[in-house]
């Protein structure tokens, strides 16, 4: 439909792989990286809450402020391209101001609104129960931003831009660093997780996977 065949995007996906070292000489084009981060934007999420902010950080002496409490990315921190911290929103209960400005942007307004909203608390609180504690709620946030997350990583393969995700960090001091250096105010984001995007320094030898087998189960 849109002249990529199901073989070139295979392709992209066999290619893509979680990559340590980047070549500290290429850098990804503006143009590109605007691709990307527009790949994120256009991501779907759970009833259209979009909770994420994507903050790019290119400035070298906070990233090796992050370097010591980032095991997971000692080898990328500094050489990659480009480092996305992806933020994501707090108590973005049914009945907070968050939702609602969202649905504000989609002309739902009036009567339709609160039917909207009582909805959401359905679902919130008996259907997914995320209302329990401000971590459930937050990680359902969290759950939305991993999706903008793939597909960035999978839009980058697709141009030849390699990329990692990175969980490899302590949560509590790479918050506490973005917060001192201003990133964000705490009340409203925590961080969700990161990824890093450049171009691969050397070859990366083939993924392994599960057989199909054991990964789909189908039920006729
Ligand atoms: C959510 C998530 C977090 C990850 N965190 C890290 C990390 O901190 N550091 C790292 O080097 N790789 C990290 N990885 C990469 C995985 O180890 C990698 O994707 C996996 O081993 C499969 O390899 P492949 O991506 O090359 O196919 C992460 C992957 C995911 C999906």
Request: charged share 25%.
């Amino acid at each position: 439909m849109f002249g990529i065949t199901k073989e070139q995007f295979l392709k992209a996906f066999q290619y893509r792989s979680a990559t340590r070292a980047y070549d500290p000489e290429k850098k990804i084009s503006q143009e590109d990286f605007d691709y990307i981060l527009e790949l994120g934007r256009l991501s779907p999420s759970s009833v259209g809450s979009e909770p994420w902010q994507f903050v790019v950080i290119q400035n070298p002496e906070l990233r090796l402020k992050l370097k010591p409490v980032s095991w997971g990315m000692q080898t990328q921190v500094e050489d990659c391209s480009h480092l996305v911290v992806f933020l994501a929103k707090k108590n973005a209960r049914w009945d907070s101001a968050f939702l609602r400005q969202g649905l504000g942007r989609r002309n739902i307004t009036g009567e339709q609104m609160e039917q909207v909203i009582e909805k959401y608390k359905s679902f919130q609180e008996q259907d997914i129960k995320v209302t329990e504690s401000e971590r459930a709620l937050f990680d359902w946030c969290s759950k939305q931003t991993y999706i903008a997350l793939g597909n960035m990583m999978t839009g980058a393969a697709v141009i030849g831009i390699d990329s990692c995700p990175i969980e490899g960090f302590n949560y509590e001091a790479v918050n506490q660093i973005l917060v001192e250096a201003g990133v964000f105010n705490p009340e409203e984001w925590g961080v969700s997780v990161m990824a890093t995007f450049g171009y691969r320094a050397k070859e990366i030898t083939r993924k392994s996977r599960k057989p199909i087998e054991e990964v789909v189960k189908w039920i006729k």
